[in-house]
């Protein structure tokens, strides 16, 4: 039986939902002023538009709300409600820009940017307004670090019982007890890599490409908000393959690892123990399975059709998509259609394990993460270990996780739990892309791509494609990002608001 | 024998008669069938979009669209001299930007460029001048943007409390 939700209950939801969007409605107001910068006084009116509509809206849910305390599953179901209450706000410039043939495509980039997937819909992206464009890449990054992560880091004193609300975005680990303090790191990591990257980028492409200063620092904006948050978007229709410089690419495949590391590792490398990359079970399962799927991939490539003819090209073509791949990125150097016509399929089952294992935990990356990949394989060798020995026989199976951790079942049930349900919503996709009339490995691929929040496409999301697989991809999208947990809350909540007692 | 001639000559014709020529290519097609153009003489229409970007040597790159694909045109040293650059303007939100026809070679993965999809320049000419992109101001926009403000504020007000 089901205890329907109290009155309080759902006011404390309105409540918490209506003071996260409150501070979310503030940044439709950073391109609005980008917008007057570039005197784009059409895109100025659908910024102001769209902070007035965010603005009403959240004061409309925290005048309706009342402060309380929330059950872990409201809270869990709050984040899956934020994140489309978000996407359907973030739409409206976007819609309004006019490069969007409906309100879903806006919704569908809209999902895509806040979910770091990079999967886009846009039309005459050449042509948009930089406000626009940049609004494309700011939804990234402050999606990427997380829009709950940001509410605890201006509401902090409010929000020591928020905990919950962080684990709802697809996270687990704490890197300070106190979680303000981990969002306070997580957000200030983030500053120090965009002044880094930002500054290196804009070098790089006014004095190696010729760019002028303003709108240097423009596309490296844009280039670090997506490559740190492996979020995928490109300021131009080529993705990177616009800036035809070898040192762009560089950059932003540093810029694609730093965002795929564990935050808390980043804290490690900078304030305690360098080692911690060597010894992290995280960073080598990573480190094996980017190798594993560069083999296959160029493996792939050296089988016909033969398009690369030199090998420099084939290692280079080769590890920067396993590369965005992994990570969850999605930057291409090469157009989705070759990817469908010149890559064989070999090579594109490289890149979809890619994909389907992606990034640390913790971090801006989807899939289905290396530490799970890690327990899943050491679990085995658990099994493997319990069969060879006496039944009497203890056997522990020990790895370092920032500390030295015993393998225990609920560890692993976890992990095995999560990954079958990454599995489960790849093959999913992949049955619905194919059910209507793609090749079953191209729809495979492009669902993995949404799953696992990564973006690379082999041209089937268009803005022709059904509707229908628009919403999936929505669904998918969001559902990878918060790892399940919250999407499965919110079914449970709206459940027991229908059929509760 | 003179039928034979003909006949091994008309088919001749029909299937190298290509691999002679430049072939009239829209962007789209070649980034949509690169296996179809690989390696061939092609000319192509179309707009720049973004910057003029600097190249190795003395070298620029100019991406040209045909409104629904874009492409990397590598202009070499030898060829960006004798052009008029500085007359040339990239489109963007408030620019259309110069309209090109371009002959050149197309290279689904060229070997000089890290395997990049693109197209070697060898003859560049002219077609349109960019011009300036006129937006006029949406006046339903204005009126909606104003109106909800104000009634954001009035909520504001009226929930401060």
Redesign the interface.
């Known amino acids: 039986m089901f205890l329907r939700p109290s009155q309080s209950c759902l006011r404390s939801i309105l409540y918490y939902l209506g003071k996260i969007l409150y501070l979310f409605a503030f940044l439709f107001l950073i391109p609005a002023f980008i917008a007057l910068l570039f005197k784009e006084i059409n895109p100025f009116f659908d910024f102001l538009i769209g902070f007035s509509v965010a603005f009403i809206v959240s004061r409309l849910f925290y005048w309706l709300g009342s402060e309380g305390s929330l059950r872990v599953g409201d809270s869990l179901s709050l984040v899956a409600i934020l994140w489309v209450v978000a996407m359907l706000l973030s739409a409206l410039p976007l819609y309004l820009s006019g490069h969007y043939g409906s309100y879903l495509d806006a919704c569908f980039e809209a999902m895509s940017g806040l979910t770091t997937t990079g999967l886009t819909l846009v039309q005459d992206l050449d042509h948009m307004a930089y406000s626009t464009n940049f609004w494309r890449h700011f939804i990234m990054f402050i999606a990427g670090q997380g829009i709950v992560v940001a509410g605890i880091l201006v509401f902090g004193p409010a929000a020591g019982t928020l905990y919950n609300l962080y684990v709802g975005e697809g996270r687990e680990e704490k890197i300070f007890p106190n979680v303000v303090n981990t969002a306070k790191f997580i957000w200030a990591a983030s500053f120090v890599y965009l002044a880094v990257g930002v500054f290196v980028l804009a070098l790089v492409l006014f004095f190696g490409s010729g760019i002028s200063f303003l709108l240097a620092i423009f596309h490296s904006a844009c280039l670090f908000m997506a490559a740190f948050d492996t979020g995928g978007f490109t300021p131009q229709s080529q993705s990177v393959l616009y800036y035809h410089n070898f040192l762009v690419e560089l950059v932003t495949l540093y810029l694609m690892i730093a965002g795929t590391m564990n935050f808390a590792l980043h804290f490690n490398l900078w304030f305690k123990d360098k080692k911690e990359i060597i010894k992290n079970i995280e960073t080598r399962s990573l480190f094996f399975t980017i190798l594993l799927c560069w083999i296959i991939v160029i493996y792939g490539l050296m089988k016909p059709p033969y398009y690369l003819s030199s090998f420099a090209s084939l290692f280079k073509k080769g590890f920067y998509h396993v590369l965005s791949a992994h990570s969850g990125t999605g930057y291409m150097t090469i157009y989705a259609k070759q990817l469908a016509t010149q890559w064989s399929e070999a090579a594109l089952i490289g890149l979809i394990l890619a994909m389907a294992f992606g990034g640390s935990s913790c971090s801006t990356a989807g899939g289905i993460k290396a530490i799970r990949l890690a327990i899943f394989f050491k679990s085995l060798a658990l099994e493997v270990k319990k069969r060879a020995l006496p039944s009497s026989a203890i056997v522990l199976e020990r790895f370092h996780h920032f500390r030295e951790q015993i393998l225990n079942e609920e560890i692993v049930w976890s992990a095995f739990f999560i990954t079958l349900l990454y599995l489960l919503t790849y093959f999913f996709g992949g049955l619905i892309g194919s059910l209507l009339g793609y090749p079953f490995l191209f729809s495979f691929f492009e669902s993995v791509s949404a799953t696992a929040n990564v973006g690379l496409s082999v041209g089937i999301t268009n803005p022709s494609m059904p509707e229908i697989l628009k919403v999936v991809y929505i669904i998918q999208m969001l559902a990878g990002r918060l790892e399940f947990i919250s999407i499965i809350s919110v079914f449970g909540l709206f459940n027991a608001i229908i059929r509760g007692k | 024998m003179k039928r034979i001639a003909s006949v091994l000559f008309f088919f001749f014709f029909c299937f190298f008669a290509p691999c002679f020529s430049v072939c009239g290519a829209e962007i789209n097609d070649l980034?949509?069938?690169?296996?179809r153009w690989e390696g061939l003489e092609v000319k192509v229409r179309g707009e720049i979009?973004?910057?003029?970007?600097?190249?190795e040597g003395g070298s620029f790159?100019i991406?040209v669209?045909d409104?629904e694909?874009?492409?990397?045109v590598?202009l070499p040293q030898k060829l960006a001299k004798n052009l008029e650059m500085e007359r040339w303007k990239g489109?963007?939100?408030?620019v259309k930007g110069t309209e090109l026809m371009i002959k050149g070679v197309f290279n689904?993965?060229c070997?000089e460029?890290?395997?990049?999809?693109?197209l070697h320049a060898m003859e560049v000419r002219l077609i349109r001048e960019s011009r300036s992109?006129h937006?006029p101001?949406?006046f339903l926009?204005?009126k909606?943007?104003l109106f909800?403000?104000f009634?954001?504020l009035a909520?504001?007000l009226f929930?401060r409390s």
Do not use: C, M, Q, R
């Open positions: 980034v949509n069938e690169p296996v979009v973004g910057d003029i970007l600097k190249g790159w991406n669209s409104g694909s874009a492409i990397g590598f489109g963007n939100y408030l689904s993965a070997a460029h890290g395997g990049d999809l693109d992109i937006h101001l949406s926009k204005v909606l943007a909800l403000f009634v954001a909520f504001f929930t």
